[in-house]
């Protein structure tokens, strides 16, 4: 098994990682303990489900997409490109020290600014990656200027010891809900829901789309069962995860969340465009995850749901304020496009990351409504299958759910 998942690694994902690049001052070592942990847990779960064997490793791919990899015979590969790893702690160190933010200049001001999006009034296709962040958001073609546009970018973040404690506890809690996220699909049989009914069956094209983004949200549902778990293993095992002001570890948390999901579509253009054949919204996703927390929460320690519910939201606001002020304060001036004629600044299309207060409130509740109705109706249908009752027209009935409503440009 050891020499197919080398092969598999080395033909298809740019093999082993890197544990060192130079310049770069990320510690890529970590990686061998994550590779370690996440191993275990997998080979763990996958026993206890009868399902032969799920292996986690990560490679050299400096890409973004994670994914599971069938060997055979039920058995897994979940890969993870060190790309992610080092995407992400560049972006968290960069991000984290826009909570600062008298150190960075940013008034009240500044804020109002923000209060809208322009992206909605203008034409997402005229839109690009910005040079300075394409280590972050950007495939490459070659790992070498990855490297090397990484090393660039870091090299303007802060190092110091509150940043790296910090960083170094979000990085880790993103990775968990990677890797749970990719495991879920191998635990709820996605792998096999999507041979047998989404490619097998003569679906149309409309209900394929939704089944698929159904089984996203399962996952990432599932991944956020998963992280509070870790997460309360961790804190119970070294204290240090646990402030004696437990705000702050839900901050963290609901920071990596937001971070995460901001970089975690490969498809997109910009900040927020996403791949709406597959995925929901970044905003519908991140409730999903949380309301896979809470529920791991409500299942077993009821006494830290208010404590849950303040400091994730307080890491949600915060973290998205942040993540504003840096593209705005920082990348405006490297990107284009101006319309013509117009006298505003051009800005980053940063779809619904402020959501214009309590007047677009509505509209994302509903989108998270519509979006949980097709998660929870893909999961009755998978059920079906897993049962072998599953029939071609059950499949149709999901098209109910969004037939009736305009479909948003959100
Ligand atoms: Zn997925």
Request: hydrophobic residues 40%; glycine residues 6%; negative net charge.
């Amino acid at each position: 098994m050891a020499d197919l998942i080398e092969e598999v690694l080395n033909t298809r994902y740019g093999g082993k990682p890197p544990l060192d690049v130079e310049g770069l001052n990320i510690p890529l070592q970590n990686i061998v303990e994550l590779e370690k942990y996440f191993d275990g847990i997998a080979h763990s779960v996958a026993e206890s489900l009868n399902i032969n064997e799920v292996s986690v490793r990560f490679s050299g791919s400096t890409n973004i997409g994670a994914l599971v990899h069938p060997l055979d015979n039920e058995k897994y590969l979940i890969v993870i490109p060190v790309g992610i790893f080092g995407r992400i702690y560049a972006f968290a160190r960069k991000i984290w020290s826009y909570l600062d933010r008298k150190k960075k200049g940013i008034t009240e001001k500044s804020m109002l600014i923000m209060g809208t999006s322009p992206a909605d009034d203008c034409d997402e296709k005229t839109y690009f990656v910005p040079e300075f962040i394409k280590c972050i958001f950007d495939e490459y073609e070659r790992d070498a200027d990855f490297w090397s546009d990484l090393t660039k970018f870091d090299s303007t973040n802060d190092h110091d010891d509150t940043t790296e404690f910090n960083v170094s506890i979000i990085v880790n809690q993103a990775l968990v809900v990677i890797f749970a996220h990719e495991l879920a699909h191998v635990t709820l049989r996605h792998i096999n829901f999507i041979r047998d009914v989404v490619n097998g069956m003569d679906l149309d094209d409309r209900v394929r789309s939704l089944l698929r983004t159904g089984m996203e949200l399962e996952a990432d549902f599932s991944s956020g069962v998963q992280l509070m778990a870790v997460w309360r293993m961790w804190a119970g095992a070294e204290s240090h995860f646990m402030d004696q002001d437990r705000h702050a570890d839900f901050f963290r948390m609901g920071f990596s969340l937001y971070l995460l999901l901001s970089i975690f579509d490969s498809k997109k253009r910009s900040l927020y465009a996403y791949d709406q054949m597959t995925y929901a919204h970044p905003l519908v996703r991140h409730q999903a995850i949380r309301t896979g927390a809470r529920h791991n929460l409500t299942r077993e320690a009821n006494s830290l749901l208010p404590i849950w519910t303040q400091g994730s939201i307080a890491g949600w606001f915060l973290a998205e304020q942040s993540v504003n002020f840096f593209t705005v304060l920082e990348l405006m001036p490297t990107i284009s496009p101006q319309p013509e004629g117009a006298k505003v600044t051009p800005l980053i299309p940063v779809h619904a990351m402020n959501h214009a207060g309590e007047i677009s409130m509505g509209y994302i509740s509903d989108k998270i409504r519509k979006e949980q109705q097709i998660c929870e109706a893909t999961t009755s249908l998978r059920e079906k299958y897993l049962r072998g009752t599953l029939l071609r027209e059950d499949c149709e009935q999901i098209a109910a759910i969004t037939a009736h409503s305009a479909v948003s440009s959100l």
